[in-house]
């Protein structure tokens, strides 16, 4: 079993709509949380991070936790074009001290 | 301003060819990652360092050697490129991993 799946997509998603993107994990001993945006040619950048369950807002993206079920969110709301982009779930433990990715999501966004 | 560059950004090369991808970063991370990424796939650790004279090879098995001479400084070097060489490579560094990383553009690589 994958430490952590997340489906590759695309999702395509008419503008202003609300988009949910998840992941599921394995190992309850993940402790870290964490959202990478991802546009074309370019390297991956940091949306989100969180520690605990619950939820946590920036803006338009809420980042949702629920670690009893292992799973995670990521809420885009008011979608714009330029939310296309592939977006990474990435998982950390400080026992191993290092990220886990999972394998993206390809989001479009249509004007 | 604080960020991470890796140069070249493209690279096309043929066979055989000794490569060196370079990485820099201006924010004094001590820690310093190379991932490879192929499309549709998971980011996969191929080197690693914590600091000044500390590499570690990654998740991934790779032909690539890595070397941390100075802290902003983490190059990654294939001495004989091969058509299977051929991906994106991402540099990364980070003060605190839990914190995330910040990663550079990238260095497109294909070997024919």
């Known amino acids: 079993q994958k430490e952590v799946e997340q489906d590759p997509g695309p999702l395509s998603v008419p503008e202003g709509a609300i988009v949910s993107l998840n992941c599921t994990y394995s190992n309850s001993a993940f402790q870290y949380f964490m959202w990478y945006r991802q546009y074309s040619r370019k390297g991956p950048e940091l949306l989100m991070y969180?520690?605990?369950?619950g939820n946590k807002e920036d803006g338009r993206f809420t980042a949702q936790v629920d670690k009893s079920s292992k799973y995670i969110s990521l809420f885009i709301r008011d979608s714009q074009p330029s939310d296309s982009a592939t977006y990474l779930c990435a998982l950390f433990m400080n026992r191993d001290d290092k990220i886990i990715f999972g394998k993206g999501t390809r989001l479009h966004i249509l004007p | 301003e604080a960020d991470i560059y890796q140069t070249p950004r493209y690279l096309v090369i043929g066979t055989g060819k000794k490569i060196t991808l370079e990485c820099s970063q201006t924010?004094?991370?001590?820690?310093m990652y190379w991932y490879q990424q192929d499309p549709g796939m998971e980011l996969h650790l191929i080197h690693y360092?914590?600091?000044?004279?500390?590499?570690e090879k990654g998740d991934l098995s790779s032909e690539s050697t890595v070397s941390r001479i100075r802290t902003e400084h983490f190059p990654l070097t294939l001495e004989s490129a091969r058509p299977s060489h051929t991906s994106q490579y991402l540099c990364?560094?980070?003060?605190?991993?839990?914190?995330?990383?910040?990663f550079g553009s990238g260095t497109r690589l294909t070997v024919v």
């Open positions: 990364a560094s980070s003060e605190q991993v839990y914190g995330g990383y910040t």
């Open positions: 969180t520690y605990s369950s």
């Open positions: 924010m004094g991370h001590d820690k």
């Open positions: 360092s914590y600091g000044v004279n500390s590499t």
